[in-house]
């Protein structure tokens, strides 16, 4: 193949000696920024030294057909002859291409059905920097088979912003691969940052910038978005613009559409383009870039069982490779939608995929490549071993891999057919009830829910019926061409549940919007959505905003318990459950659906040790105020506490945490017998706290915290040990002859006296009853003698009897002395 007149661009002038680096050393890094000609010229440059063929993997389909088309004029031949390219769905090569550029993914299941990948000379990694799952994955497969099976095959990564010295390492080994850098040839950007207005969205702000770009610049503008939704409400909001055209740009468009805004146009041009413009697409005629900082990536939200698309803010490099497009061909300007402080805050890099997304897919290559945990391969970040095992359990439940982690029959199969292991799933299975083309139709409405845009998933297949775009028509004929099945019924929320089950949903409420998932997730079903008044939905895709509680339904078929049961039954359990509930003991047999109650009824004989141990749990849970506290019950545990606190050992601690804790010791024979929370109610609670008395110090428990205690006037009055330290109520004339105040626990603590008038009101509080006598006591008697007459107030109560009565009873009030 002879080489046509290149186009002078940077990369240019090192063609000769990437071509000898990778003869010299068969693997090599290049690094070059975009628009440098690295996608286009380095293919070209590759196949006039080689006799097999050169595979160019690019990480989207979008990428893949510009990058042919380019290559093919400019050597002005038609796509699919020296030229040609492979995505999913869509091939155009011949028996005269050497030059084939392929998806990361396609060329993933090439490797694994030819490991030697015979015929091909050369791979060129495009787009490393990217990080996307299948590239990743891609690389380390690439580096196993040249480390055995390969080991002449050329590998060459390329990328625009790399940590050039680690992949240098992977590709080499030992010895580190070759790095060759390319500088670009850039033209100077010009940063505005464009801070949101109060209550203003991220479309109407883009909008804002959007205008402000094409007022203060000429040429196009290249406006990036996170996805086709906001690049929808974006262009309705430039619709106004009567002599500027508005493009879109993103992965999901028919590739005229495609082709058309990679051209330039007749008329000034907005552009709005998801990622895929950032650094493998070069979109002519642009002087100006609007950046949302915004990207949609892939995540896995495993604890709600939600996997998708998530809007992220956009990593300093890309946003540098963004604002790179404004200067591609002359001096630009870039509008970035967020204050300038904030971008000192972006993360450096972008995430790589393998660590936040759902592996399920990466788990059934590797069990195909046959390392189930990836052991053994040289990886550029290897998978999070939680992410992988919760792949290879997705991929055991669905039957593709055995026990040990090996790949079975039916898990060759599913790899095969390209599409996640879920939907290879529901297409498998679906084919036998509902026909092959009715499951491929819902299969490839899962795979990419663009081509609705509606929540009914009903709806929106006899829409696709009526339109039949030319995309997902040749996607359902390929999928239909990989299975077999009879014709069938129109089933679609069927397949949606094979696909996902855990997804069934069902209504939480009469009229309510709504759902509980099989998975246990709450999500809330759209106003207007057109499934119907339905009870029961398979649900397709669903997603949450951050800071949401629930999730929102996307993509949705409405249908019936008896479908639910049919093709989720391994879901369906029944169980017997005795559990402390709504204060009480509650004993019912339950039917499940996952998360989803589908029956329950009371049982009339549970379990006896099942039933004890729900008592347990609900005095576990409501605490000990469950049990009745009588006053008797009260004052012994607090006596008690009083003893524990200020002895120690061997008193016990009766605090709710320690009685419960204990609650075997002093409770033990009341909770054998127990069965409901009635029963609780009916424990005599002061004879059972009885039996944590140390013994046989309890039988000086009166010694030491006496319940009552005998004051001067004969009077037994009970102590009150709820307070700190214990206090005795009591009137003043009753302890007149008392010098000391009395003590508790063998003298350790002194008893707070509350003293009290005739009237029964207090009139001092003391723990020092000497010091009371001499100093408190003339003005207490200043002030009562007077009011109360017939009672003694002696100048000296130290010496005076006490009594119970007035001063006339005194002396009978007194006991009698003794013999």
């Known amino acids: 193949m002879k080489l046509p007149e290149l186009p002078d661009l940077p990369i240019r002038a090192v063609l000769d000696r990437i071509v000898e680096t990778l003869a010299d050393h068969e693997a090599a890094v290049l690094v070059a920024p975009p628009g440098t000609g690295k996608t286009t010229l380095v293919p070209l440059a590759l196949a006039t030294g080689g006799t097999g063929r050169v595979l160019v993997a690019e990480p989207r389909r979008l990428a893949a057909r510009a990058a042919a088309g380019r290559m093919a004029a400019l050597l002005g031949e038609r796509v699919g002859e020296t030229v040609g390219y492979s995505v999913r769905g869509d091939r155009r090569t011949g028996p005269r291409t050497r030059i084939e550029v392929v998806t990361s993914g396609l060329l993933v299941r090439r490797l694994q059905d030819d490991p030697e990948m015979a015929g091909a000379d050369t791979v060129v990694l495009d787009e490393c920097h990217e990080r996307h799952l299948d590239a990743d994955l891609l690389l380390a497969l690439l580096l196993d088979a040249r480390a055995g099976l390969r080991p002449d095959l050329r590998v060459l990564a390329t990328s625009a912003t790399v940590a050039a010295d680690r992949l240098a390492t992977l590709l080499g080994g030992d010895r580190p691969a070759p790095v060759i850098q390319v500088e670009g040839r850039t033209h100077p950007v010009d940063t505005t940052y464009v801070p949101p207005l109060p209550r203003e969205d991220k479309q109407a702000q883009v909008a804002r910038a959007t205008r402000a770009a094409l007022a203060a610049t000429g040429g196009d503008v290249l406006v990036f978005l996170p996805g086709a939704a906001e690049i929808r409400k974006t262009a309705a909001l430039l619709a106004d613009l009567g002599d500027i055209d508005i493009v879109a740009l993103h992965g999901r468009l028919p590739a005229a ?209 009526r339109e039949q775009p030319a995309r997902w028509r040749r996607e359902v004929e390929r999928l239909s061409r990989s299975v077999e099945g009879p014709d069938g019924v129109d089933d679609p929320a069927y397949v949606v549940a094979l696909a996902h089950p855990e997804r069934l949903a069902r209504r939480r409420g009469p009229d309510s919007a709504s759902y509980l998932m099989a998975g246990g997730t709450a999500v809330t079903l759209p106003a207007g959505a057109g499934t119907g008044d339905a009870e029961w939905l398979a649900v397709g895709v669903a997603t949450r905003d951050p800071g949401r509680s629930e999730g929102y339904i996307r993509l949705a078929a409405a249908a019936d318990e008896q479908l639910a049961r049919r093709a989720a039954a391994n879901l369906v359990t029944t169980s017997d459950e005795i559990a402390w509930a709504d204060g009480d003991v509650v004993a019912r047999r339950i039917e499940r659906l996952g998360a989803i109650t589908l029956s329950e009824r009371r049982l009339r004989d549970p379990d006896r040790r099942l039933l004890a141990a729900a008592v347990r749990s609900g005095l576990n849970t409501t605490g000990v105020g469950v049990l009745s506290w009588d006053a008797t019950a009260v004052a012994l545990r607090q006596r008690l506490d009083f003893l524990h606190r200020t002895l120690g050992a061997p008193w016990p601690p009766v605090d709710d945490e320690s009685l419960l804790a204990a609650a075997d010791t002093w409770l033990g024979p009341e909770l054998a017998t127990a069965r409901r929370r009635a029963d609780l109610e009916r424990i005599d609670t002061g004879q059972a706290l009885h039996r944590l008395l140390p013994w046989p110090d309890a039988a000086r428990m009166d010694e030491l915290a006496p319940e009552r205690l005998e004051v001067p006037s004969g009077s037994r009055l009970r102590l009150d040990y709820s307070a700190d330290p214990p206090v005795l109520a009591v009137k003043v004339q009753e302890v007149f002859g008392w010098t000391e105040t009395p003590s508790l626990a063998q003298g350790r603590v002194a008893i707070v006296l509350h003293l009290l008038s005739p009237a029964q009101r207090p009139v001092a509080v003391t723990a020092d009853l000497r010091s009371f006598w001499q100093t408190g006591w003339p003005q207490v008697r200043a002030e009562l003698r007077g009011r109360y007459p017939k009672h003694a107030w002696p100048e000296d109560p130290s010496t005076t009897p006490a009594h119970r009565g007035t001063a006339r009873n005194a002396g009978r009030d007194r006991p009698a002395a003794p013999r």
């Open 257 to 465: 559409r495609q082709d058309t805004a990679l051209q330039p146009g007749p008329r000034r041009r907005v552009v709005l383009s998801t990622a895929v413009a950032e650094s493998s697409l070069t979109v002519p005629g642009v002087r100006a870039v609007v950046d949302s900082g915004l990207a949609r990536v892939p995540r896995i939200d495993r604890s709600r069982g939600l996997s998708g698309l998530v809007t992220v803010r956009v990593s300093a490099a890309v946003a540098g490779q963004r604002a790179g497009r404004a200067g591609r061909e002359a001096p630009g300007r870039v509008w970035r939608c967020w204050p300038e402080y904030e971008h000192a805050t972006l993360p450096a890099y972008p995430e790589p995929e393998i660590r936040t997304a759902d592996l399920t897919r990466l788990a059934l290559e590797l069990a195909c490549w046959g390392t189930a945990d990836g052991h053994g391969l040289a990886w550029w970040d290897a998978p999070p071993p939680g992410g992988l095992a919760a792949g290879r359990e997705v991929l055991r439940v669905l039957g593709a891999v055995h026990e040990s982690g090996e790949i079975t029959d039916r898990g060759r199969r599913m790899a095969r057919i390209g599409l996640h292991p879920r939907l290879a799933r529901a297409l498998l299975d679906g084919a036998a009830v509902v026909g092959a083309r009715a499951a491929a139709e819902v299969v490839t409405v899962l795979d990419d829910d663009s081509y609705t845009s509606g929540v009914d998933l009903a709806a929106g297949l006899r829409a696709l019926r």
